[in-house]
């Protein structure tokens, strides 16, 4: 019901925009986050946006480098990711919490998840 996509390598300083592909459920209604887990680490919230718009930020390292955006007309999510740095290397997914239908920090809060896409930095 989530695909993510739009990962790759790039090299730091570069950017990319993760797109989430959502169907099955009522899009507009739920908000949507996405996390990163990174080699040997747990799944951490990235950014997340509720069905009105409003963004959460969960992580500070990527304030002001890094953008999350929805378009409920196409049931898609998107995380606009620039000035990238090596230590953003992770697999990126996205997430939608049907229980609670807003943000919430943590991983376990969320239901529906997308198969994860791979984003390596070189330096």
């Known amino acids: 019901q989530l695909q993510a996509s739009g990962g790759g390598l790039v090299q730091a300083g570069g950017s990319l925009r993760l797109s989430c592909a959502a169907s099955g459920y009522r899009f507009g209604y739920y908000a949507i986050a996405w996390f990163r887990q990174a080699p040997g680490e747990g799944r951490k919230g990235v950014l997340c946006i509720t069905s009105s718009g409003g963004t959460t930020n969960y992580l500070d390292s990527v304030k002001g480098r890094f953008t999350i955006s929805r378009d409920n007309a196409k049931n898609m999510a998107y995380l606009q990711m620039n000035s990238l740095k090596p230590e953003d290397t992770a697999v990126y997914y996205c997430?939608?919490?049907?229980?609670?239908?807003?943000?919430?920090?943590?991983?376990?809060?969320?239901?529906?998840w997308g198969q994860g896409t791979q984003v390596t930095v070189s330096s």
């Open positions: 997430a939608v919490p049907i229980r609670t239908m807003t943000c919430r920090p943590d991983a376990f809060e969320y239901d529906y």
